[in-house]
């Protein structure tokens, strides 16, 4: 029963880590890799308007804000992302350090 529980957990987390078939999403990875934060948030922005229940995209939407110092726009979507994926670590994270960033602790 774990085993079936826990490769059920592993399944799930790759659908989540699947990026999804919107074109913005590579052109997001790629400007945010190069620190280009604002074109990353523009092509983030499509991919969340796209697929809308996607943690994905607006866990890296969420965190090209919070780059560019748009902290309650970040926690939106962070928050966001954290809804539709409680248990992503990398959400937990990144939410936690806006939370700090923004000081509310």
């Known amino acids: 029963m774990r085993h079936r529980h ?5 399944a799930t987390a790759l659908l989540l880590a ?3 078939a ?3 999403w590579e052109e997001g990875i790629t400007a945010f890799q190069a620190g280009n934060y604002a074109q990353a948030a523009e092509e983030f922005k499509g991919v969340v308007e796209a697929q809308p229940d ?4 607006h866990r890296m939407l969420g965190q090209s804000l919070l780059k560019l110092g ?3 726009e970040a926690l939106t979507h962070l928050r966001k992302a954290y809804d539709l994926g409680p248990d992503d670590v990398a959400v937990q994270l990144i ?3 806006a939370y700090v960033q923004t000081g509310r602790y």
């Not at 826990?6 to 592993?10: E, I, K, N, W």
């Not at 996607?54 to 995209?57: F, Y």
């Open 6 to 10: 826990t490769v059920l957990v592993l």
């Open 18 to 20: 699947t990026p999804p």
């Open 22 to 24: 919107h074109a913005g």
């Open 54 to 57: 996607w943690p994905g995209g």
């Open 70 to 72: 748009r902290n309650q």
């Open 95 to 97: 939410l936690g350090q």
